[in-house]
């Protein structure tokens, strides 16, 4: 009945509890209550401390700050204004990532930065493409029903509110969706583009069902935020406002209840009280070279995703804790899951103008399911994507073209159309994050990330390369180049049922630390063929009704079940 009633309204009632569209100035694109938000003294004792603006931090903070609580958000990165920082370019867009550096390793080395990191308030989501897919039933319990990757202590049940909760508030558009647990959207799906036309027409005579959305992007007006202007620059950080991110869809409701976000605010660890077992604050920089800074709080949420988290919580070392807070049982940092992302493009001989719509336009999920006839566990979803000409560039140097023969690809670049799909790789328990040798300007360790990939994942990968160029060639392609790329990060201090093959218990607290939690996307012990946002936003989501209601504590003011 819920998704009928949505299916009608179609965006004409907005999400309770949140007013962030009405709050947002339409003369400008900053966030509104920076200059007058509220601040706290470290010595002040706030009821929680978030590290890391993104999904998952915004996300709690503003439902918690709803709920009376005292907050302060702790950012690494910068207090973005959009209309200063923010370049239509794409090579003026890397303040955006998390560009600092990080040790790379195994025997499949995965690049950072633009594609798996931000960096700054609003967190990686400011340059995100907007898709805002579900994860299926079955990406909770791949253990029990396909024999690989693990079972969430949780279940699509648990989380299927948060969803239709979070969906309103971004809002996301979209056709009716009929994989995993088919449901509507609150808003209608954006026009098909010249891309999504041919492709779509490929497909169909490919045999591959494919649907418009959902992607979080206005499709029409939204409070104070405009409609979409298809402009193209959705990954360089949207300066219309029409794609979402908490920067414009959490924060500044969070901000109106009396949330503090300090930026350029490094941590350095969880400080740890030996005595009760408890954490009393955060231990942070406020500028390189200076004197550490504890803000103290009741509970710490650490938000800094599947790179950061592990990596602060390492940092946290203690009499209890020698190895790094949660990680007496050597769990902190493994099973970090990246996916397989790759791409291949076609050239047609009208103009597509593959820019001119959301990048994750018309996509499927008819592959992501088990299917024993392909020979691997679990599958791969198919997105259109739209890269700008650098990174299409990129493309056409993976396939070998140089000089020349590169500047007449480039010179070709509107005739070109390009699809991709999205690997579930599974999570092994070597692929992890440690601590290198090597420290940061502020003295801390930096992070390495070890990754190899597994038999069932180069076999899915392989699998799903032949299913797009089948998609391209039917639709009329004359020449056709792939690029085989990863993208998004999860895990590295995953839920479970128990700490000695996880980190968090079931409320995403950490095993044997009575107030600390995990909101973002380390704690998912698998991720699916769906982009990570909008699942990453509904755990938090989630987790603040379980802490603001009590469920997550116990009778000492730390944790029932």
Request: net charge negative.
């Amino acid at each position: 009945m819920r998704d009928l009633i949505r299916g009608i309204l179609k965006g004409a009632v907005g999400p309770e509890a949140n007013d962030s569209r009405f709050l947002l100035d339409v003369h400008s694109r900053d966030l509104p209550g920076e200059s007058t938000m509220v601040r706290y003294d470290d010595s002040d004792e706030v009821d929680l401390v978030v590290v890391g603006a993104g999904a998952g931090g915004s996300v709690l903070a503003q439902r918690l700050a709803r709920a009376g609580w005292r907050v302060v958000i702790l950012e690494a990165g910068p207090f973005w204004h959009p209309d200063e920082d923010w370049v239509s370019d794409e090579a003026g867009s890397h303040q955006l990532y998390w560009t600092q550096k990080r040790i790379i390793g195994g025997s499949d080395p995965i690049p950072m930065g633009s594609n798996n990191s931000g960096r700054g308030v609003g967190g990686s989501m400011v340059h995100y493409a907007g898709y805002c897919p579900r994860f299926h039933p079955s990406d909770f319990h791949t253990h029990s029903v396909d024999g690989v990757g693990a079972d969430w202590p949780i279940t699509y049940e648990d989380l299927r509110p948060h969803y239709e909760q979070v969906e309103r508030e971004l809002p996301v558009a979209g056709q009716d969706w009929p994989w995993g647990h088919p449901h509507r959207y609150p808003f209608s799906p954006h026009p098909v583009s010249e891309q999504g036309a041919v492709l779509w027409r490929g497909a169909i005579r490919a045999g591959v069902e494919m649907r418009v959305g959902p992607v979080g992007i206005v499709n029409g007006t939204f409070g104070n935020r405009p409609h979409c202007i298809y402009r193209g620059y959705c990954l360089q950080g949207c300066k219309v406002n029409a794609k979402a991110s908490p920067y414009v869809t959490h924060l500044p409701d969070a901000l109106a209840h009396r949330v503090e976000i300090r930026a350029d605010c490094m941590v350095a660890r969880v400080e740890l009280d030996d005595a009760t077992g408890r954490a009393v604050g955060v231990v942070y920089h406020d500028e390189v070279g200076g004197t550490e800074r504890l803000q103290r709080a009741r509970f710490v949420a650490v938000s800094g995703y599947s790179i950061e988290t592990p990596r602060l919580l390492l940092q946290s070392t203690s009499r209890r804790f020698p190895h790094g807070l949660g990680n007496n049982d050597d769990q902190v940092g493994r099973y970090v899951m990246v996916q397989g992302a790759a791409q291949t493009a076609g050239r047609f001989p009208e103009e597509i103008r593959q820019y001119k719509a959301p990048p994750p336009e018309v996509s499927s999920e008819q592959f992501y399911e088990t299917d024993p006839a392909r020979g691997f566990a679990r599958g791969f979803s198919i997105q259109t994507v739209g890269p700008l000409p650098i990174t299409w560039s990129e493309h056409v140097l993976a396939d070998g073209h140089w000089g020349r023969a590169l500047r007449e690809y480039m010179r070709d670049y509107n005739h070109w159309a390009t699809i991709g799909v999205l690997n579930e790789l599974l999570p092994h328990q070597d692929n992890r994050v440690t601590l290198a040798e090597e420290t940061d300007p502020y003295g801390l360790p930096v992070a390495r990330f070890d990754f190899s990939v597994g038999d069932n994942d180069q076999a899915n990968m392989d699998y799903s390369t032949k299913v797009i160029k089948d998609i391209l060639e039917a639709a009329g392609a004359q020449d056709v180049l792939t690029v085989h790329r990863y993208a998004h990060l999860v895990g590295g201090a995953r839920m479970g049922t128990s700490p000695e093959s996880s980190v968090l218990d079931a409320n995403q607290r950490i095993w044997g630390v009575p107030n600390v939690f995990c909101s973002d996307g380390s704690v998912m012990p698998t991720q699916g063929s769906a982009n990570p946002a909008l699942t990453i936003m509904a755990l938090a989501s989630r987790l603040a009704e379980r802490m603001a209601s009590g469920r997550a504590m116990d009778s000492s003011g730390a944790l029932v079940g």
